[in-house]
């Protein structure tokens, strides 16, 4: 079993910027990909970022590629999202996800484990 707990989220201004972090505990933290989604009112959830076990391979959805970065400390059994130039869009409840395999992709069905989700609203 893998617990995964998010915080960071907020309100913010358009333009701002925020980080989320998500602290795992449970199951080796380092030998399985991690990865971020969203989720806004009245829309499905999807990808945001993902990374591989050992950071490598990191995957972004088009919407936030250049402005959201992802990452992860495997001594501290955390992942980041570091989110800038925050836009409106940008709104929803934020998931991270712990994935049955060392490496994937954006795929959600490759992640087994999920955090309650911390709450991004981007103020215009």
């Known amino acids: 079993q893998v617990q995964l707990v998010e915080s960071g989220g907020k309100l913010v201004q358009a333009g701002g910027s925020l980080r989320l972090s998500c602290a795992a505990s449970?199951?080796?933290?380092?030998?399985?990909?991690m990865g971020w989604f969203r989720q806004a009112p009245g829309k499905e959830r999807e990808s945001v970022a993902t990374?591989?076990?050992?950071?490598?391979?990191?995957y972004y959805a088009n919407t936030v590629k250049g402005r959201f970065t992802i990452s992860r400390d495997n001594a501290k059994n955390t992942v980041y999202l570091q989110m800038n130039s925050l836009k409106p869009e940008d709104t929803a409840v934020y998931y991270c996800?712990?994935?049955?395999?060392?490496?994937?992709?954006?795929?959600?069905?490759?992640?087994?484990?999920w955090g309650q989700g911390t709450q991004v609203t981007v103020s215009s």
């Open positions: 996800a712990a994935s049955r395999y060392s490496t994937s992709g954006y795929r959600q069905n490759d992640y087994d484990y």
């Open positions: 449970g199951r080796t933290f380092s030998s399985y990909a």
């Open positions: 990374i591989n076990w050992d950071g490598g391979n990191p």
